[in-house]
């Protein structure tokens, strides 16, 4: 997965493209709308291999969108024209050999347009194990050719992270990579740097660093700090094991000896390659990442204005519903209307008076159900049909749960999650019902949420074994 914050819309819309099977799948999140939600967009390529590596170039008025990923052992060029209608995903050429990871990719200072660099995990031959190749395309000459650089690292366990630094006057290539160091300390980091004034150019081993990593770093140079601290994002093992957690490291680039620091863990049940930016929302600029909990699209922040530096709570990146019929324009204007925040979402049932949400919450389609207003009555209720108190609505292993909503006049609603990746499914009164992201259906005709229950399913979010 790469993210990037590109130049579409006012504020700079997020872009995503994922690897789903076989193919590459873009997202972008609308950064000018105050729900901030994210959509799924077309579906391109074949015979991917790896997560893609991507980046908005200079290419074009706008800036083209420049992706490579690993088709069997080769890497695969694709652009996409920000400029033409349409914003048409193009395949471009295949090249480079014995590929074993997805790539890095930036556009570097190299040149007079400014080169693309790529470092990939290649394998090397009988008794080499696997090292760090570099490619670059000379973005400067007809034809727009790729090349193959040189050959570097050693016992190289993932595909590297990559970025150029302001350090020295043209500003080092700066890497990292997980690298297995023996039995007992699992993969650490190895961080490697280009000094990129010298003659030569050559890559120098830097630092190894950090413990019990399990996937791709990624890495950025913040505006922390004066010269601008590095930020680096892992996936790491907790405890015994039994699932993943991110581990956020930073080295200190104003201080002797450039430490790298040991920051927090957040986040559980991590399975997928995540990508990190730094955004421009809030004054500093917020952290920005983008990964999977289990089998849903999760998306982390960092609010870097505010006390302790706090990682939000996941929020699922909800792009296209599963089930249901789309709304028409009228339906749409309706709900809306009631739930100004309503973005994903589909018609799961008629409307009818014969059952409404509560009744829905707990499997009744039979009967109209209400216990009164206070949430001691909701207790009391949802207890009765085996519903208990939950700590919070976070999905969780063979758990479903329900959100109890209301407003200054007392409870109004109660949606239960139906589907996994937290979807919740509300019937509105006498209205349709819908199957929606929960969050988007806040400020709206039924308040906010209050509480949660919870209750054992045995096929409830089985991604979260």
């Known amino acids: 997965m790469y993210a990037v914050q590109g130049n579409f819309g006012i504020k700079g819309n997020f872009e995503a493209v ?17 729900v901030l939600p994210w959509y799924r967009s077309v579906s391109f390529g074949n015979n ?15 800036g083209n969108f420049e992706l490579v990923v690993k088709e069997d052992n080769k890497l695969r060029h694709y652009w996409r024209d920000n400029d033409v209608s349409g914003l048409t995903w193009h395949k471009g050429v295949l090249f480079g050999d014995n590929v074993s990871s997805a790539p890095a990719l930036i556009q570097s200072s190299f040149g007079n347009v400014g080169n693309f660099e790529l470092i990939v995990r290649e ?3 009988p008794g080499v194990g696997y090292k760090l190749r570099h490619y670059w395309r000379d973005n400067d000459a007809s034809g727009l050719t790729w090349h193959k650089g040189v050959l570097f690292g050693d016992n190289v366990g993932s595909a590297p992270a990559l970025i150029q630094s302001n350090f020295g006057n043209v500003g080092n290539f700066e890497l990292v990579v997980r690298e297995w160091s023996g039995w007992g300390d699992y993969y650490k980091l190895r961080h490697y740097w280009r000094d990129n004034d010298a003659p030569g150019l ?19 140079q913040s505006n922390f700090g004066n010269a601008g601290n590095f930020e680096l994002v892992v996936r790491e093992r907790s405890g015994s094991g039994t699932h993943y957690k991110l581990r956020h490291y930073w080295r200190d680039n104003d201080a002797s000896g450039l430490p790298w620091h040991k920051g927090i863990s957040f986040g559980d049940y991590i399975t997928y390659q995540q990508s990190f930016i730094q955004g421009n929302f809030g004054n500093k600029g917020n952290f920005e990442l983008l990964t999977k909990r289990g089998n849903c699209l999760t998306h982390f922040w960092r609010n870097n204005d505010a006390s302790g530096l706090p990682w939000s709570e996941e929020i699922q990146t909800h792009t296209v519903v ?3 019929s789309n709304p028409t324009p009228a339906e749409n204007a309706q709900f809306v209307g009631w739930f100004p925040n309503l973005r994903n979402w589909k018609i799961t049932a008629p409307g009818t008076r014969t059952y409404n949400c509560i009744s829905w919450s707990v499997g009744v389609t039979s009967e109209w159900l209400w216990p009164g207003s206070s949430i ?4 009391t209720f ?6 208990t108190p939950s700590a919070s609505g976070k999905r969780e292993y063979q758990k479903r749960k329900i959100a109890l909503w209301a407003d200054a006049s007392g409870c109004t609603h109660g949606s239960p999650e139906t589907y996994n990746c937290d979807w919740h499914e509300s019937k509105c009164g006498s209205a349709q019902r819908i199957m929606h992201d929960k969050f988007q259906m806040q400020d709206g005709a039924y308040g906010n949420i209050v509480k949660y229950y919870e209750k054992f399913y045995a096929n409830a979010n089985l991604d979260l074994a």
């Open 123 to 125: 394998r090397g031959g």
């Open 376 to 379: 001691a009555a909701f207790d």
């Open 18 to 34: 994922i690897r789903e099977g076989n193919k590459l799948v873009h997202y972008w999140r609308s950064n000018n709308d105050s």
């Open 202 to 220: 050559t890559w120098h081993k830097g630092t190894l660093f950090g413990d019990h990593t399990s996937n791709t770093p990624t890495m950025i």
């Open 382 to 387: 949802y207890a009765s049909y085996g519903w």
């Open 322 to 324: 599963p089930l249901g």
């Open 48 to 62: 991917v291999s790896s997560e893609p590596a991507m980046i908005q170039s200079n290419f074009g008025n706008v």
